[in-house]
Structures are given as C-alpha cells and as structure tokens.
C-alpha cells in the first residue's frame, strides 16, 4: 500500500484544514492572514489536507478551542518547501534536508509528516458512532510544524475560508442511526457541491526526500505500509505523542 496525498487543488495551490477557537477564526477570515492576540505564530500546529480528519479530530466542530474549521490555501511552492524540511518517524529514515526553497526564518525547524488511516468522509463509524469510519488500508497524511517551519506556513496563506457550517452538515449526516440514512443525507451534501473533491497530489520534491517521506516505493513506504501490523502498532498516535525534535 503506497502513502499517497490526498487533497483539494487547483492550479494555484492547495488546501488544508485546521480547527481553531472563534477568536482565532474571526481574525483570520476577516483579515485573510493569521493574527491576533490569541494565535501564537511559532506554536506547534499540525495542518491536514483531509477534510475527515479534521472533523474526526475537532469532533465535527465541537470540541472546545476547536469549533471553528478553517481551510487554507498554499501555494504549491509553500507547500514543498514546508515538506523538503519534514522527517517521517514512521518511515524509519529520519534524515531531512533543508533546500534553498526554504526561507532563512524556518532554517533548523523541523516538522513532522504523520500517516494516519484515512476516515471515510461519506460515512460513520459502525464501531463508535459519531466519527467518520476508519478505512485501515488508506492512509492520510499530517503535518506538524514548529518553530520558523511554522511561521513560514503562516505567511504562506494566500486564502482563508470559515467552513465550520460544512462540518457541522457532515456531522449531522454521521448521526443517522442508519445507514443508508448517512449514505443519503451524504448524497445529498455531495450533488450540492458541499463537499471538497480530494484527489491525488504530488508535491514537487527530490526524489530521495519523497522516498524517505513514503511518497515512493521502498523501505519507508513500506514500513508506512505495515502500520497497525506487529511491532508498528506500537507507535502510537504522534499528534498526541511524537515530539518533534
């Protein structure tokens, strides 16, 4: 199974989705950059392409500090760059590499790219209801960014959009107790154009960094592979556990 990006693009950039408290939003989307006596620049933050993973993560738009979503768009040079200085634990191979593209303020900051299970959008979990359902042989890919990484991303934004209402459908629609229930209400959201349309992404990276990433076939692809399998079940959640260092 090879780790592939999953997102929403276009020929300007590409998405990711964040989950912030409301004053945090309010100033982003009214601004259109980050700002406010309530966000910290430099803090770690982890951005994500999969819309489901957000909502899976901010309980659609509830929990506290996380009941706005935010998307955000980077250009697909940010992007890149943002990767080229990124480690993968999981792949083993923990090597990074911080090309010209990176500007001096994120030099010696680190992030972290995460492979996770996917969670299908267009339907909940029958194990534990309310949370998109895993699919274990997907994996979606997090990032985590610190330092000057983190304060490259956040004067990368070139647009901000509020789509905290489009999670909150999505999360109305997983509380069927049925479900062909979910199957339509998720239909329904779908032919409406509420949904974001995720499709395979390659960054523009070297071609040794996308292999110590998993982006390509070999020993860290394939470590990324087993995850969930023996030993690799043991790592645990790096959202929560794995520090970036």
Not at 15 to 23: D, I, V
Not at 140 to 159: D, M, N, P, T, W
Request: glycine residues 6%; charged residues 30%.
């Amino acid at each position: 199974m090879l780790s592939k990006i999953r997102a929403e693009q276009d020929e300007e950039g590409v998405y990711f989705y964040q989950a912030f408290n409301s004053a945090i939003a309010d100033y982003a989307v009214e601004n259109q950059r980050f700002g406010g006596d309530d966000f910290k620049p430099i803090r770690t933050t982890w951005i994500k392409p999969s819309f489901t993973w957000v909502l899976y993560r901010s309980g659609y738009a509830t929990k506290p500090n996380q009941e706005r979503i935010l998307k955000v768009k980077l250009s697909h040079e940010a992007f890149a760059a943002i990767l080229s200085a990124c480690r993968c634990p999981e792949g083993g191979l923990d090597e990074t590499y911080a090309p010209a593209a990176v500007s001096r303020s994120s030099a010696g900051s680190r992030g972290v790219v995460q492979w996770d299970p996917e969670r299908d959008l267009m339907m909940f979990d029958p194990k534990k209801k309310n949370v998109p359902r895993k699919m274990l042989r997907e994996r979606s890919i997090q990032i985590g960014l610190q330092g000057g990484l983190s304060e490259l991303y956040v004067v990368s934004a070139l647009s901000i959009e509020d789509v905290t209402e489009r999670a909150h459908e999505v999360g109305r629609a997983h509380k069927c107790k049925k479900e062909k229930d979910c199957e339509a209400a998720m239909q329904t959201l779908k032919q409406e154009g509420i949904l974001p349309l995720e499709r395979d992404y390659v960054p523009d990276l070297r071609e040794d960094h996308k292999l110590r990433l998993g982006l390509l076939p070999g020993e860290a692809a394939d470590r990324i592979a087993r995850l969930g399998m023996g030993e690799a079940a043991k790592i645990k959640d790096v959202n929560q556990d794995v520090k970036i260092s």
